[in-house]
Every structure is written in C-alpha cells, then in structure tokens.
Nanobody, 127 residues
Framework: QVQPVESGGGLVQAGDSLRLSCAASGRTFSNYHMGWFRQAPVQGREFVAGISRGGDSTYYSQSVKERFTTSRDNAKNMVYLQMNSLKPEDTAVYYC????????????????????WGQGTQVTVSS
C-alpha cells in the first residue's frame, strides 16, 4: 500500500502559478495510478487530473485542461500538479490519491476507484 502526503498549497492571486507535490510512502508506488481531486466549500469532491502507473497516460478535467499538468517521478515516489493561470474558482482543498484499478495505461477518474488518500492541501486564489 501507499500513503500520499500533499504539500505546496497556499494563497495566490489570480493568474499566478502553483505546484503541488505528493509524496507517497511504500515500495510499490509504481504499481499505482495517481490522481488529483479537489473539494470546494459545500461542494463534492471532483476529479482534476490523473496519471497512469508509468506516467505514459494523463487525463484532465475540462475545467483545468491546458492550465494544469500532472507528472510523476517513480524513482522518488513523487507526483506533481503544476497549476498555471489560476482562477478564483480553483480555490479548494486538493487531494492526492492512489489507485490500483485498471491496466497499465489506464487513468481512473472516479473517486471510488482510488484506494488511498492524502489529507489534502488548501489552495486559495484571490481575485
């Protein structure tokens, strides 16, 4: 199993960039697809981005496509979310999660497909 721990959140202005990091403990990190979700106040958790086990496949929600990029370094047990051109509507708690579901190139997008979750990191974008 793996235990994700997010870092890198903070308060930024609209148009700024921010990079979130997720460190995942465990020897089997490369066996897991990794995903990023976010949850704004009084809203449900939504999928943001995901990356397959080897990093060959990525998938993004329409709301962040072409602004956010996810990557991973399996040698370091790390996954990243580069967020550019941030908007106030990106304000949320961001979660990193690990999934053992699916084939090598598959990117799970459903919350229930993820097995292990971090505690989340707050991102606040002011206008």
């Amino acid at each position: 199993q793996v235990q994700p721990v997010e870092s890198g959140g903070g308060l930024v202005q609209a148009g700024d960039s921010l990079r979130l990091s997720c460190a995942a403990s465990g020897r089997t990190f490369s066996n897991y697809h990794m995903g990023w979700f976010r949850q704004a106040p009084v809203q449900g958790r939504e999928f943001v981005a995901g990356i397959s086990r080897g990093g060959d496949s990525t998938y993004y929600s329409q709301s962040v496509k072409e602004r956010f990029t996810t990557s991973r370094d399996n040698a370091k047990n790390m996954v990243y979310l580069q967020m550019n051109s941030l908007k106030p509507e990106d304000t949320a708690v961001y979660y990193c999660a690990a999934s053992a579901t699916g084939s090598y190139y598959y990117v799970p997008r459903g919350e229930r497909q993820y097995d292990y979750w971090g505690q989340g990191t707050q991102v606040t974008v002011s206008s």
